[in-house]
């Protein structure tokens, strides 16, 4: 999905991030609401989005339903661990994960 040169808007990255979620969590889901939290966070090169923390599914598929998306800022989508409880290791990911995308170009 990714162009070269063109960075997507924050609204497209949400828009991606949203339908990652819906993707990965409706079997979790049992009414109709939002699959994302309004927290974020963005780098240099992508933006972290944390799934609704009303989501919740059984403990022993929390690698298919604890997870968070990341979205380089030019459309890619990483599905990753959520870290949004620890924030040192919350913001080493988000660099960690920036220099991925820009040292890949995507």
């Given amino acids: 999905m990714h162009n070269e040169n063109k960075q997507i808007t924050f609204e497209t990255a949400r828009t991606i991030a949203e339908n990652a979620a819906r993707d990965q969590l409706k079997e979790y889901v ?26 919740i599914g059984p403990p022993e598929q929390a690698l298919r339903w604890d997870c968070a998306y990341a979205i380089s800022k030019k459309g890619e989508v990483s599905v990753i661990g959520d870290f949004s409880k620890d924030a040192k290791k919350l913001e080493d990911y988000l660099q960690k994960m920036s220099n991925y995308f820009r040292d890949r170009g995507l």
Avoid at 39 to 55: G, L, S, T, V
Wanted: charged letters at 35%; proline letters at 0%.
């Fill in 30 to 55: 049992n009414e109709e609401m939002l699959f994302l939290d309004t927290e974020y966070k963005e780098a240099e090169y992508c933006w972290f989005f944390f799934r609704n923390k009303n989501i």
